[in-house]
T-cell receptor
Framework: DTAVSQTPKYLVTQMGNDKSIKCEQNLGHDTMYWYKQDSKKFLKIMFSYNNKELIINETVPNRFSPKSPDKAHLNLHINSLELGDSAVYFC?????WGVGEQFFGPGTRLTVL | SQQGEEDPQALSIQEGENATMNCSYKTSINNLQWYRQNSGRGLVHLILIRSNEREKHSGRLRVTLDTSKKSSSLLITASRAADTASYFCATDGAHQAGTALIFGKGTTLSVSS
């Protein structure tokens, strides 16, 4: 069974479009995260939710909006996509709030044309 | 802002050799973690070392932590082709509402048979 899953794995879209990436974890974890990995493999936290509540909201454009319908899901919606949004987006989860081991999804490679 | 810096950026060795990667960070930490990322995959947690620990082992992995120098090293002994991957250190970073992992840029390890 996949612990942290993301869909889709690949997303190719035009500038200006709106797209969503879904994430689900079946580990029973309380905390979920979204990271962005750029072309140089630099990985940066975007958002963190604990028990469906937003905990961390890094300096990302407000075109990015996370939504957590329940503890097991954290989706990422992106409006008005720009070329610079092209990256790999990773969802992750951890047992609880704090900085222990995180479990990562396989990533979603977003390409904006 | 980026917390960890791995060194070297890239490392190529032969199977059976040892691989050492270093990580330096800037601020005080509670713990430091190492993750592995295979090409096109998500990150996998390898080991966590707490700030009051100096050394930790897990199988062929040995991690050291020197908080006075704000540095850590990851040693992989008797490397295998399957160890080919990018390796990242991650430290806990302070945010207004909590903490999150801050990743370095990673070391790309190539092990040839």
């Amino acid at each position: 069974d996949t612990a942290v899953s993301q869909t889709p794995k690949y997303l190719v879209t035009q500038m200006g479009n709106d797209k969503s990436i879904k994430c689900e974890q079946n580990l029973g974890h309380d905390t979920m995260y979204w990271y962005k990995q750029d072309s140089k493999k630099f990985l940066k936290i975007m958002f963190s939710y604990n028990n469906k509540e937003l905990i961390i909201n890094e300096t990302v454009p407000n075109r990015f909006s996370p939504k957590s319908p329940d503890k097991a899901h954290l989706n990422l919606h992106i409006n008005s996509l720009e070329l610079g949004d092209s990256a790999v987006y990773f969802c992750a989860s951890s047992q609880d709030w704090g900085v222990g081991e995180q479990f990562f999804g396989p990533g979603t490679r977003l390409t904006v044309l | 802002s980026q917390q960890g810096e791995e060194d070297p950026q890239a490392l190529s060795i032969q199977e059976g050799e040892n691989a050492t990667m270093n990580c330096s960070y800037k601020t005080s930490i509670n713990n430091l973690q190492w993750y592995r990322q295979n090409s096109g995959r998500g990150l996998v947690h390898l080991i966590l070392i707490r700030s009051n620990e100096r050394e930790k082992h897990s199988g062929r992995l040995r991690v050291t932590l020197d908080t006075s120098k704000k540095s850590s090293s990851l040693l992989i002994t008797a490397s295998r082709a399957a160890d080919t991957a990018s390796y990242f250190c991650a430290t806990d970073g302070a945010h207004q509402a909590g903490t999150a992992l801050i990743f370095g840029k990673g070391t790309t390890l190539s092990v040839s048979s």
